[in-house]
């Protein structure tokens, strides 16, 4: 096991990205410093590390920066391979989970930022597009679930539960700020199930920040989205 002062996340604490990789650390039992980042006034080390994208997360592992979540949850499983694994070592299971998990970042965030930072029929548009999404999703994990209820504890969460979680974990705060359903148990019941079944984890509970403070961070992006089409 590396020392704790060998791996360092420098993150943000409302970051999906960032979550995502704080989860992956927490359920293979890996200590870390994590390092909270203004993305406002981003530290010279986040520069240093990723000046392509300049952005969280970071992860520092003996001095060596790995950026871009994935690459770094991908990186994660390789070094450390104690369980759980978040891969299936099964070639072919394994790119099934990456193609979902393609789904998750390129598609499923990218609505779910169009529905908060967006009104009117803008909002309408992105609001039916990330439905039809969870149905295909819907459809998909099937496959994964076969028994129809997902079950899952801190010994066995893979990456697709960990984006899953990063995701719609919050739901509760886009809920309360957007006025809408936004996992249906009605229009969704697998992915309901399988967001009630990650939550409950210990793990989970104990990265989740309170209810109120994620609220207040989704009005804040949509407020500022909103007046920035504005001006």
């Known amino acids: 096991m590396e020392e704790e002062n060998q791996i360092k996340l420098h993150g943000m604490w409302g970051s999906t990205f960032t979550k995502r990789v704080e989860l992956a650390l927490k359920i293979k039992g890996i200590p870390y410093e994590y390092i909270e980042e203004d993305l406002s006034n981003k530290s010279q080390l986040v520069l240093k590390y990723n000046p392509v ?9 003996n001095g060596k920066p790995i950026i871009e979540s994935l ?35 390129q598609q499923l965030f990218e ?36 028994g129809g209820t997902p079950s899952i504890n801190g010994e ?20 309360e700020v957007l006025g809408m359903k936004m996992i249906d148990p009605e229009r969704n019941p697998l992915l309901f199930s399988w967001v009630m079944a990650i939550t ?31 001006a």
């Open 53 to 61: 994208h300049k952005k969280v997360p970071v992860l520092v592992h």
């Open 71 to 105: 690459i770094i949850l991908e990186y994660i499983d390789e070094t450390w391979k104690n369980a759980p694994r978040l891969l299936p070592d099964d070639p072919y299971e394994r790119a099934k989970v990456r193609f979902w998990a393609s789904f998750f970042h």
């Open 111 to 146: 609505d779910m930022g169009r529905v908060i930072t967006s009104d009117g029929e803008a909002q309408e548009k992105a609001t039916k597009d990330l439905f039809e999404k969870l149905t295909v999703l819907e459809e998909g994990m099937k496959d994964f679930f076969p």
């Open 156 to 175: 066995n969460m893979g990456l697709l539960d960990i984006l899953m979680c990063a995701l719609f974990g919050p739901y509760k705060a886009h809920e």
């Open 200 to 230: 409950e984890i210990p793990v989970v509970q104990e990265s989740t920040p309170p209810h109120e403070k994620l609220v207040g961070l989704v009005q804040f992006i949509r407020q500022h989205a909103l007046q920035s089409c504005v």
